[in-house]
């Protein structure tokens, strides 16, 4: 019997490649077929994979776009109860900004490594590569970033338990990163602007924003551009790359303003109130029509007082600076002319303590001074480290003189916060009468010259 030679042959592998005796040999690529149970697996595993990469890229941006008062002003204030439920729902998570943040991240990102994974069992690696890159970046960035910017609020609700779950799935790793992150960064601050924030170029830069909600003009868009240049240059629509002038970004317009232009001033006029002083409103104290405390209330001057048409007039005593009462002319109706009754004598519910405020006090004291109803006039002195305001009976005669500038009333303040003059009824017949009194003497003055002309034509 013949016994056949057995032969021994030595291989090894490098890769994808195995070398015997010196021959090389390139192994093929195991790839899944559809008639592997298998195929179907990670085929359906990868399906899994884009759909919850994508769920939390899309909570990335639905939660976190949105803060804590953002939240609390659409619980009071939302437009149906869907979104007020909504807004109370994330608050639990908004408080929790990065911890939430780092959850959803490393969710996210284990799905985005697991998915080159899964689809090379199915696919060659090239072409794995190719499919795990386009489709998440369209199914898994895009698309879910892009409705989820618009419907995040109601999509990051609805998803509260599986924010919840991926919080307690990665609390070993996510809770510690967050503590370093709330300590380096500190707690996520609120869209708020309070009165630290409001100063000079950040008050300048909330007016912008508000006047951004109200009519569009060329030189509005112009002033709220260059109120937010440096924050987001080039910010807008991908034409402002192109059309901003010196990276200024492009204010977007809208058809319908949310604002009116008058609402818009007046949301300006309170918000520049603290920072302007009582002396920027104040009238001249040569402009302001005055009494003295022993002038007659004879027929003359009560025709007088009738023809200035105020409601209070001021008093002095002796000398014009030492404004002592306000009288409220509307008390003097019943007052009979022929008894000649002086200033003084008038009955106390005429005369009114005379207030006084320092010109450096801020608009906004004198708004809070007119709103406890003493009066709505005000004396405007130099400034003093004294109250704010006090009334003229409270200073001795041992106390230093102060100068004063002028008066400041209610309405005064009034047109300040609305920008623009109030006309009542008496402005409106002194108006008038200044203009027939014009034209009078227009006239007057055209029929001297037309007749100084014809004489010397003549």
């Known amino acids: 019997m013949d016994t056949a030679s057995v032969s021994t042959i030595a291989c090894r592998r490098d890769g994808s490649v195995v070398i015997c005796d010196d021959v090389e040999y390139t192994l093929q690529e195991s790839v899944l077929t559809p008639k592997d149970p298998l195929f179907w697996v990670f085929l359906g595993s990868s399906a899994v994979l884009v759909t919850?990469?994508?769920?939390?890229?899309?909570?990335?941006?639905?939660?976190?776009?949105?803060?804590?008062?953002?939240?609390?002003?659409?619980?009071?204030?939302?437009?149906?109860?869907?979104?007020?439920?909504?807004?109370?729902?994330?608050?639990?998570?908004?408080?929790?900004?990065?911890?939430?943040?780092?959850?959803?991240?490393?969710?996210?990102?284990?799905?985005?490594?697991?998915?080159?994974?899964?689809?090379?069992?199915?696919?060659t690696e090239a072409v794995a590569i190719a499919l795990s890159i386009t489709i998440i970046m369209v199914f898994g960035e895009l698309i879910p970033q892009a409705v989820c910017a618009r419907y995040g609020l109601t999509i990051a609700a609805n998803a509260f338990p599986l924010i919840v779950f991926l919080m307690v799935l990665t609390f070993p790793i996510a809770a510690p990163l967050s503590v370093i992150l709330d300590f380096i960064l500190g707690q996520e601050q609120n869209t708020f602007y309070g009165r630290r924030m409001l100063k000079r170029n950040d008050r300048e830069h909330f007016q912008a924003l508000i006047a951004l909600h109200g009519p569009r003009k060329n030189k509005a868009s112009k002033a709220a551009s260059t109120a937010i240049k440096g924050q987001r240059k080039n910010d807008g629509s991908f034409l402002a790359i192109f059309t901003g002038n010196s990276g200024y970004p492009t204010v977007p317009i809208f058809t319908t303003p949310l604002l009116a232009e008058g609402e818009v001033m007046m949301i300006q006029g309170a918000l520049s109130l603290r920072e302007k002083t009582v002396g920027d409103a104040t009238i001249p104290l040569d402009s302001v029509f005055m009494l003295e405390l022993d002038d007659k209330l004879d027929r003359f001057l009560l025709d007088l007082i009738t023809s200035k048409k105020f409601s209070r007039i001021p008093i002095y005593e002796k000398t014009r600076t030492n404004i002592k009462k306000v009288l409220l002319v509307k008390t003097l109706l019943p007052i009979n002319p022929e008894e000649k009754l002086t200033i003084k004598g008038l009955p106390k519910r005429s005369l009114i303590n005379a207030d006084l405020i320092s010109a450096d006090a801020s608009q906004y004291d004198a708004l809070n001074?007119?709103?406890?109803?003493?009066?709505?006039?005000?004396?405007?002195?130099?400034?003093?480290?004294?109250?704010?305001?006090?009334?003229?009976?409270?200073?001795?005669?041992?106390?230093?003189?102060?100068?004063?500038?002028?008066?400041?009333?209610?309405?005064?303040?009034?047109?300040?916060?609305?920008?623009?003059?109030?006309?009542?009824?008496?402005?409106?017949?002194?108006?008038?009468a200044k203009l027939l009194t014009l034209g009078r003497e227009h006239d007057s003055r055209s029929k001297g010259a037309i007749a100084v002309s014809s004489g010397k034509l003549n």
Request: aromatic share 6%; net charge negative.
């Open 52 to 123: 919850l990469s994508g769920i939390f890229s899309g909570l990335i941006i639905g939660v976190l776009s949105l803060d804590v008062l953002s939240l609390r002003v659409l619980m009071e204030a939302g437009e149906t109860e869907n979104e007020r439920w909504a807004a109370k729902k994330i608050l639990p998570l908004a408080r929790r900004h990065h911890y939430v943040l780092v959850s959803l991240v490393m969710s996210n990102a284990a799905c985005n490594e697991a998915l080159p994974i899964c689809m090379d069992k199915v696919f």
């Open 369 to 432: 001074h007119f709103q406890q109803g003493i009066c709505h006039l005000l004396i405007v002195v130099e400034s003093t480290s004294r109250m704010t305001s006090w009334s003229s009976n409270d200073a001795s005669e041992d106390s230093p003189a102060l100068r004063v500038h002028g008066i400041v009333t209610m309405e005064d303040i009034l047109e300040e916060i609305l920008q623009k003059e109030i006309y009542d009824e008496m402005d409106t017949l002194r108006t008038r």
